[in-house]
C-alpha cells in the first residue's frame, strides 16, 4: 500500500520501509476512495488541503495525517505522524470498514466518524465569530454557517451520535443571537448602571444600618443614630452583606439585577431572555452503522411528536376509533398536513437545513397537541394527526399557529398545506384506502 505525501516525504519516515509517494492533490487524487495520506505544508497551506480533501467525494474515506499541527488539524485530521504513527501498521492502512460501504453514504459526515471510532465532531473556538464556536466538519460536510442544534439532537436521539464530554456552555442575545455579551449590574429601581458598592454596619442597640465610614468618630466607633460606641463584632454590632447605592437615584440595595448587554447590536437581554447552548465533542453512536449500511432505521426528516407511531399502528387505531365512534356517538378530528417543494429546498439549501426546519416544526406541532393525540408521517411530505374527543372549533386555533409558524420560513420554496375531515365516518371501512383518498386530497 502506497502512502501519500503531500509536499516534501519527511525526516521521520525518509528511514522508514514505508513505501511513499510525493504526490499533489488534484483531481485524479481526490476521485480515488481509501486514500492514506501524509501532509508536510506550511499551516496555512495544510489547512487549505484539509478543508479540499474533506469537500471532495471522497475525502470522507480517507486516512489524513499531518506532520505538525495547525489551525484546523485537530478538526479535520487523524493526528500527527510521530513515533507512534510509524508503530501502528493499522494506520498506514485504509479502513476495513470501507468495504462494507457499497454505495455512496446518506450522510458522508457519519461515515466518516464511523470509520475510525476515535474520531470525534469537535467544536472551535473562533472569537470572530458571534457565535463563538463553530463545528469544522459540519462547516465542510453540511455547510452551515451557524451549529445546526436541532440537527445535533435528532442526531443523538437516534443514536447516530453520542454526546461525550461539554466542551463550553455559551449564553446568546435574543434579539441578534450574538455570543458576545456584557453582563451588567444594575440598580433594581431605576435600571442604571451607574452603582456603588460600600461596606456596611449594622449596630445591634437599635438596629441601624449603614455605611461603615458614617460609624467612625475620631478613635472610637459609634451608631450614628443612638449614639452606643460599638466596642466588639458580633456583641455591639456586626458587617452584613455588601451593599450598593445607586448615583441615579440613589436607593440602596443589597441584590442587584444582572442584565446582559450585547456587543453586536446593543440589545440589552434580562438572563431569562438569553439563549444558552451547549457545546460537545460527539462521538459515533451505536446505531450509525446500521443507517449507513441498512438503512434500517427512521428517516432523520420525519416529523416526530410524542405521540408519533407507525403506519400500520396509526391506520389501525384510526380503524378501531372509527367505529368506536360511530358506536357512542363521539367526535373525533384528522388533520392532515403537507409540505411543499422539499426537493427543491434541499438542493438549495441542504439537507441540514430541512432537518432543522422539520424540527422546528415538529416543536411547534408538540406545543399544541396532546399527549393522547396519534400522529403519523403517512409519506415523505405528508403527515397525520388524530384528535379524539375533539371539537371542529379547534381547528382555527391550530390553523392561525401553523400559519404564525409559517411566516416565519426565510425561504419562499416551502409551503404547508393543512386540511381537517370530521370523524367518525361511514366511508371509512378500509384504513388504507380512506387515507390514502385524503392524501390526495391535500394534492389538489
Request: charge should be negative.
Amino acid at each position: 500500500m502506497t502512502i501519500c505525501v503531500l509536499g516534501k516525504v519527511p525526516q521521520l519516515l525518509s528511514n522508514s520501509a514505508l513505501e511513499l509517494k510525493s504526490v499533489a492533490l488534484n483531481e485524479t487524487l481526490l476521485a480515488q476512495s481509501g486514500v492514506v495520506c501524509v501532509l508536510n505544508l506550511n499551516n496555512e497551506e495544510q489547512d487549505r488541503m484539509l478543508s479540499q480533501i474533506h469537500r471532495s467525494n471522497y475525502g470522507w474515506s480517507w486516512r489524513v495525517f499531518t506532520c505538525q499541527p495547525s489551525f484546523l488539524s485537530d478538526y479535520l485530521s487523524d493526528g500527527l505522524v510521530d513515533s507512534d504513527w510509524l508503530s501502528s501498521k493499522e494506520k498506514h492502512l485504509p479502513f476495513e470498514k470501507l468495504n462494507r460501504i457499497i454505495n455512496e453514504p446518506s450522510d458522508k459526515l457519519l461515515a466518516y466518524l464511523w470509520l475510525d471510532e476515535a474520531r470525534t465532531l469537535s467544536p472551535m473556538k473562533v472569537i470572530s465569530e458571534t457565535a463563538i464556536y463553530r463545528y469544522p466538519l459540519l462547516d465542510i460536510y453540511h455547510n452551515q454557517v451557524r451549529t445546526p442544534f436541532r440537527y445535533l439532537h435528532r442526531l443523538v436521539d437516534a443514536d447516530l451520535i453520542e454526546a461525550d464530554q461539554c466542551v463550553d456552555r455559551v449564553r446568546y442575545c435574543h434579539s441578534c443571537q450574538s455570543g458576545h455579551l456584557n453582563f451588567v449590574d444594575t440598580c433594581p429601581s431605576c435600571h442604571s448602571i451607574d452603582i456603588k458598592t460600600f461596606d456596611a454596619l449594622h449596630c445591634f442597640t437599635c438596629g441601624h444600618v449603614d455605611d461603615a465610614k458614617l460609624f467612625l468618630s475620631r478613635r472610637t466607633m459609634s451608631c450614628p443614630k443612638c449614639h452606643t460606641e460599638l466596642k466588639h463584632i458580633g456583641v455591639d454590632y456586626d458587617r452584613p452583606l455588601e451593599l450598593y447605592d445607586c448615583n441615579n437615584c440613589h436607593q440602596e440595595f443589597v441584590e442587584s439585577d444582572v442584565v446582559a448587554k450585547c456587543m453586536t447590536c446593543d440589545h440589552t437581554n434580562s438572563i431569562n431572555e438569553l439563549t444558552s447552548r451547549s457545546y460537545y465533542h460527539y462521538s459515533v453512536g451505536e446505531s450509525a452503522q446500521r443507517y449507513l449500511l441498512d438503512d434500517q432505521l427512521e428517516s432523520k426528516r420525519n416529523i416526530i411528536l410524542s405521540g408519533s407511531v407507525t403506519t400500520s399502528v396509526f391506520e389501525a387505531t384510526l380503524a378501531w376509533k372509527n367505529q368506536l365512534s360511530l358506536r357512542h356517538k363521539h367526535q373525533d378530528l384528522l388533520i392532515g398536513i403537507k409540505v411543499q417543494n422539499i426537493d427543491d429546498y434541499i438542493l438549495k439549501f441542504g439537507d441540514v437545513a430541512y432537518i432543522e426546519f422539520i424540527s422546528a416544526f415538529s416543536e411547534q406541532l408538540e406545543s399544541l397537541f396532546r399527549t393522547t393525540d396519534l400522529s403519523c408521517q403517512y409519506t415523505d411530505d405528508v403527515f397525520f394527526i388524530l384528535l379524539p374527543h375533539c371539537e371542529s372549533s379547534f381547528l382555527s386555533v391550530i390553523e392561525t399557529r401553523i400559519s404564525e409558524f409559517a411566516g416565519k420560513v426565510d425561504s419562499e420554496l416551502l409551503s404547508l398545506i393543512v386540511k381537517s375531515w370530521l370523524l367518525p365516518s361511514i366511508e371509512l371501512s378500509v384504513a388504507s384506502e380512506w387515507l390514502s383518498e385524503r392524501k390526495s386530497e391535500l394534492n389538489d
